[in-house]
Nanobody, 116 residues
């Protein structure tokens, strides 16, 4: 019933910017956090950024701190990731995750490729 749809991925040059969106549909209760993860080829999936539903407290991986900004719209249950000053190492499939109660909902992922 619950689905997360990601959009905004694509190909950008180093130093460029992208804005990812993840919109949830379906009935979600007890919303806790919304997050972005990424997984590069040959690497483990890592947490990029998260934001709490209550208070909007954010958390960032050290590798993206100062370059990425996570935001959310609780009414739409949508989470965004503004990515600036992109680097080659940012290339990965980006996944959104919604934590509601004790349930995790995952998106299918969107490809971000940083290349010159």
């Amino acid at each position: 019933q619950v689905q997360l749809v990601e959009s905004g991925g694509g190909l950008v040059q180093p130093g460029g910017s992208l804005r990812l969106s993840c919109a949830a549909s379906g009935f979600i209760v007890n919303l806790r956090t919304m997050s972005w993860f990424r997984q590069a080829p040959g690497k483990e999936r890592e947490l990029v950024a998260s934001i709490t539903s209550a208070g909007g407290v954010t958390n960032y991986a050290d590798s993206v701190k100062g370059r990425f900004t996570i935001s959310r719209d609780n009414a739409k249950i949508t989470v965004y990731l503004q990515m600036n000053s992109l680097k080659l190492k940012d290339t990965a499939v980006y996944y959104c995750r919604v934590q509601a109660g004790f349930v995790n909902y995952w998106g299918q992922g969107t490809q971000v490729t940083v290349s010159s």
